[in-house]
């Protein structure tokens, strides 16, 4: 078992896991993808409860850390827990320099890293522009980037799927890649999240 990184996240876990768990059951798949080594985990976004479904559904030896919005990171109560259990803020509008570097800082320090490409929830049939810097960020980490799908739909005592694919390793040139390269993997990210959703 790897080192026991936040012991805020470790205890929230195993004592709310399994009421939550109750809850919203999960049909979880693919954790036997997961490698040694620290990856970018990225997923589709549809509900406020995705985040906390991704901490049920990972094993206890994966430490994880979460890119959040940083108007989250300012309401009472909330900010301070999910602080705790190791979210920072990104500021979405604009290049957040310090939310990048605390996301690989993160990675280097062992931690797998939570991102959502998207930036924001997306329902079934809506479009959005995938955000870049989820795979900028892996590559200037050197990790991968992993897929993982998210079932849209989710109701209480009715079990949402989440189905961790392959490990993708960023395609670049160079030793920092460019704007359009970052682009080009987190389309491709985005695309095998999607395809996993399309499996029974």
């Given at each position: 078992?790897?080192?026991?990184?936040?012991r805020?996240y470790?205890?929230?876990?195993?004592i709310?896991?399994p009421?939550?768990?109750?809850?919203?059951?999960?049909d979880?798949?693919?954790?036997?993808?997961?490698?040694?080594?620290?990856?970018?985990?990225?997923?589709n976004h549809?509900?406020?409860?995705?985040?906390?479904?991704?901490?049920?559904?990972?094993?206890?030896?994966?430490?994880?850390?979460?890119?959040a919005?940083q108007?989250?990171?300012?309401?009472?109560?909330?900010?301070?827990f999910?602080?705790k259990?190791?979210?920072?803020?990104?500021?979405?509008?604009n290049?957040?320099?310090?939310?990048?570097?605390?996301?690989?800082r993160?990675l280097?320090?062992g931690?797998?890293?939570l991102?959502?490409?998207?930036?924001?929830?997306?329902?079934?049939?809506?479009k959005?522009?995938?955000?870049?810097?989820?795979?900028?960020?892996?590559?200037?980490?050197?990790v991968?980037?992993?897929?993982?799908?998210i079932d849209?739909?989710?109701?209480?005592f009715?079990?949402?799927r989440i189905?961790?694919g392959?490990?993708?390793?960023?395609?670049?040139?160079g030793?920092?890649g460019?704007?359009e390269e970052?682009?080009?993997?987190?389309?491709?990210?985005?695309?095998?999240?999607?395809?996993?959703?399309?499996t029974?």
């Amino acid at each position: 078992m790897k080192e026991v990184k936040n012991r805020f996240y470790y205890w929230i876990r195993r004592i709310v896991g399994p009421i939550f768990m109750l809850l919203f059951p999960l049909d979880v798949r693919g954790l036997e993808h997961f490698p040694q080594e620290p990856v970018v985990l990225c997923g589709n976004h549809s509900n406020a409860l995705d985040p906390l479904m991704v901490v049920c559904a990972q094993r206890s030896e994966f430490p994880l850390r979460i890119m959040a919005k940083q108007q989250l990171m300012k309401v009472p109560v909330v900010g301070w827990f999910i602080r705790k259990m190791g979210a920072f803020g990104v500021d979405r509008g604009n290049s957040d320099i310090n939310a990048i570097k605390t996301a690989i800082r993160s990675l280097r320090e062992g931690y797998n890293l939570l991102i959502f490409p998207e930036g924001t929830r997306v329902k079934e049939g809506e479009k959005v522009e995938v955000k870049g810097g989820a795979a900028m960020i892996a590559i200037r980490s050197g990790v991968k980037l992993m897929p993982m799908y998210i079932d849209r739909k989710k109701k209480l005592f009715r079990k949402t799927r989440i189905i961790f694919g392959r490990p993708y390793e960023p395609m670049y040139t160079g030793r920092k890649g460019t704007a359009e390269e970052y682009q080009a993997n987190a389309d491709e990210i985005m695309r095998q999240i999607y395809e996993l959703g399309e499996t029974e």
